[in-house]
C-alpha cells in the first residue's frame, strides 16, 4: 500500500467559503450551504477529519446521480408543545438536522425538554456539531442517528446495523479551563468514515477496527470496506447500534432495519431518520449552580489519579476542542490527494481551487 503523501494547510474560513462554493453550485441554497459547509469545518477544526469537507465529493455525486435533492427545504410539523417533526424531503442532512434542534431549544426553553424525530432526511456529518449547537444555547442535548449498514448484529455475519453515533452534550462550568461535556462516540470499534479517509490516503488500518469479505481480520482499509465493522465491546456495541435504530429510524418513519442507504452508494435516497432531545439544565437549580456542579464534575475527571504510563486524563470532547483551538491558529492538515480530489469537484462546477496556506 502507497505511503501518505504531503500534507496541506488550509485556513478555516477559506474552507468554509470554498465548501459553500461548491454546494451552492450544485444547487443548494445559500442558507443551508451555509449551515452544511460549517457542520463539515467543524469537523475539520475538531479532528474529525472523516466527517468533514472530505465527505463532499460523495455528497455531490449523489447530488449528481439524482438521489439527493440540493434544492430540498426541511419542512416542520409540530405535534404536541414539547414534539415536532421534520422531514428532510431527502435533501442535505445539516440543514434538517439544525432545525430540528433548533425547534428542540425552542420548545425546551418554554416547556424544560423539546424532542424532534427527523425523517427522510441524509448524512449530517459530526453529530458533536449539533451537540455544540445545543451547549452554545445552555442546554443539555442527545443527539441520535441512523445510518447505513455497516455492522453485524452480535453473532451474525451480515451487515445490518449501521455505525451511529450516540451523541450528548452539557454546558460546561465558568471556572478558567473548564470544558463543556460533549460525547460523540461510534458503536463500533472504529467510526466507517475513518477507514474511507484510510483509503483516500493510502494508509493502513489496526487489525481489529474490521473484517474483511472472508471474515478474517484485515489492515487494507479497501478490503474492510468490503467486510463488516466490528462492534465495540461486543454485544455491548451491537445493541447500542440497535438502539440508534429503534430512536432514529423506527419511530421517525425513516429506514430500519438495514434499509438505509450510505453516502457512497448512488442507487437511491439515503432515508436517514434522526432523534434529538434538548433539555433546559435549570430545571431542578439555577444555571449558575449546575455549572458549579459541572465545573467539581470536570476537575474531578481530569484531576483523577493517573495510571501508569499516562501523562494526561482528558473530559469528553476536550481533545477535540484542543485540536480545534490549535486548528484556528495553524490552518487544517489535508493530505493533498484529498486537496486534489476536491479541486477535481470545483472544476468540474467551474470554481477555482481551494486556497492553502502552505
Same mark, same amino acid.
Given at each position: 500500500?502507497?505511503?501518505?503523501?504531503?500534507?496541506?494547510?488550509?485556513?478555516?474560513?477559506?474552507?468554509?467559503?470554498?465548501?459553500?462554493?461548491?454546494?451552492?453550485?450544485?444547487?443548494?441554497?445559500?442558507?443551508?450551504?451555509?449551515?452544511?459547509?460549517?457542520?463539515?469545518?467543524?469537523?475539520?477544526?475538531?479532528?474529525?477529519?472523516?466527517?468533514?469537507?472530505?465527505?463532499?465529493?460523495?455528497?455531490?455525486?449523489?447530488?449528481?446521480?439524482?438521489?439527493?435533492?440540493?434544492?430540498?427545504?426541511?419542512?416542520?410539523?409540530?405535534?404536541?408543545?414539547?414534539?415536532?417533526?421534520?422531514?428532510?424531503?431527502?435533501?442535505?442532512?445539516?440543514?434538517?438536522?439544525?432545525?430540528?434542534?433548533?425547534?428542540?431549544?425552542?420548545?425546551?426553553?418554554?416547556?424544560?425538554?423539546?424532542?424532534?424525530?427527523?425523517?427522510?432526511?441524509?448524512?449530517?456529518?459530526?453529530?458533536?456539531?449539533?451537540?455544540?449547537? @445545543?451547549?452554545?444555547? %445552555?442546554?443539555? !442535548?442527545? *443527539?441520535?442517528?441512523? #445510518?447505513?449498514? $455497516?455492522?453485524? /448484529?452480535? =453473532?451474525?455475519?451480515?451487515?445490518?446495523?449501521?455505525?451511529?453515533?450516540?451523541?450528548?452534550?452539557?454546558?460546561?462550568?465558568?471556572?478558567?479551563?473548564?470544558?463543556?461535556?460533549?460525547?460523540?462516540?461510534?458503536?463500533?470499534?472504529?467510526?466507517?468514515?475513518?477507514?474511507?479517509?484510510?483509503?483516500?490516503?493510502?494508509?493502513?488500518?489496526?487489525?481489529?477496527?474490521?473484517?474483511?469479505?472472508?471474515?478474517?481480520?484485515?489492515?487494507?482499509?479497501?478490503?474492510?470496506?468490503?467486510?463488516?465493522?466490528?462492534?465495540?465491546?461486543?454485544?455491548?456495541?451491537?445493541?447500542? @447500534?440497535?438502539?440508534? %435504530?429503534?430512536? !432514529?429510524? *423506527?419511530?421517525?418513519? #425513516?429506514?430500519? $432495519?438495514?434499509? /438505509?442507504? =450510505?453516502?457512497?452508494?448512488?442507487?437511491?435516497?439515503?432515508?436517514?431518520?434522526?432523534?434529538?432531545?434538548?433539555?433546559?439544565?435549570?430545571?431542578?437549580?439555577?444555571?449558575?449552580?449546575?455549572?458549579?456542579?459541572?465545573?467539581?464534575?470536570?476537575?474531578?475527571?481530569?484531576?483523577?489519579?493517573?495510571?501508569?504510563?499516562?501523562?494526561?486524563?482528558?473530559?469528553?470532547?476536550?481533545?477535540?476542542?484542543?485540536?480545534?483551538?490549535?486548528?484556528?491558529?495553524?490552518?487544517?492538515?489535508?493530505?493533498?490527494?484529498?486537496?486534489?480530489?476536491?479541486?477535481?469537484?470545483?472544476?468540474?462546477?467551474?470554481?477555482?481551487?481551494?486556497?492553502?496556506?502552505?
Amino acid at each position: 500500500m502507497a505511503a501518505a503523501t504531503t500534507t496541506v494547510r488550509v485556513n478555516h474560513r477559506d474552507a468554509k467559503t470554498f465548501a459553500i462554493a461548491l454546494l451552492t453550485a450544485s444547487g443548494v441554497s445559500a442558507r443551508n450551504a451555509e449551515i452544511t459547509a460549517d457542520g463539515l469545518v467543524q469537523a475539520d477544526l475538531r479532528g474529525v477529519e472523516s466527517h468533514g469537507i472530505l465527505r463532499l465529493p460523495s455528497y455531490l455525486s449523489r447530488v449528481r446521480n439524482g438521489v439527493l435533492d440540493p434544492a430540498a427545504e426541511p419542512t416542520l410539523t409540530q405535534i404536541t408543545p414539547v414534539v415536532a417533526q421534520v422531514d428532510g424531503n431527502n435533501g442535505f442532512g445539516f440543514p434538517a438536522a439544525h432545525l430540528a434542534m433548533d425547534t428542540a431549544i425552542a420548545m425546551a426553553r418554554v416547556f424544560g425538554i423539546g424532542m424532534v424525530s427527523v425523517k427522510h432526511s441524509n448524512h449530517f456529518g459530526m453529530s458533536a456539531w449539533i451537540v455544540k449547537q @445545543a451547549v452554545e444555547a %445552555d442546554m443539555m !442535548s442527545l *443527539v441520535f442517528t441512523n #445510518s447505513s449498514p $455497516a455492522l453485524p /448484529v452480535w =453473532g451474525g455475519r451480515e451487515k445490518m446495523m449501521g455505525v451511529s453515533p450516540i451523541a450528548c452534550g452539557a454546558p460546561g462550568g465558568k471556572s478558567e479551563g473548564s470544558k463543556p461535556f460533549i460525547l460523540d462516540m461510534a458503536p463500533s470499534v472504529a467510526a466507517r468514515g475513518k477507514i474511507y479517509k484510510a483509503l483516500r490516503r493510502g494508509e493502513k488500518i489496526p487489525t481489529d477496527w474490521a473484517l474483511d469479505g472472508e471474515g478474517k481480520q484485515t489492515d487494507d482499509p479497501a478490503k474492510a470496506l468490503e467486510g463488516v465493522m466490528l462492534p465495540m465491546g461486543g454485544p455491548k456495541g451491537s445493541a447500542l @447500534a440497535i438502539m440508534m %435504530d429503534v430512536f !432514529s429510524g *423506527v419511530l421517525s418513519g #425513516s429506514a430500519f $432495519a438495514g434499509g /438505509v442507504t =450510505g453516502p457512497y452508494n448512488m442507487s437511491k435516497p439515503g432515508d436517514v431518520g434522526h432523534f434529538f432531545v434538548a433539555i433546559k439544565p435549570d430545571l431542578f437549580m439555577s444555571l449558575d449552580e449546575f455549572r458549579g456542579r459541572m465545573d467539581v464534575l470536570y476537575q474531578k475527571v481530569v484531576n483523577s489519579e493517573k495510571m501508569h504510563g499516562v501523562d494526561r486524563i482528558y473530559f469528553p470532547g476536550e481533545i477535540e476542542q484542543l485540536n480545534e483551538e490549535q486548528r484556528l491558529k495553524d490552518g487544517i492538515p489535508y493530505a493533498k490527494e484529498e486537496i486534489d480530489a476536491l479541486n477535481a469537484e470545483a472544476e468540474k462546477l467551474g470554481l477555482g481551487k481551494i486556497p492553502l496556506t502552505e
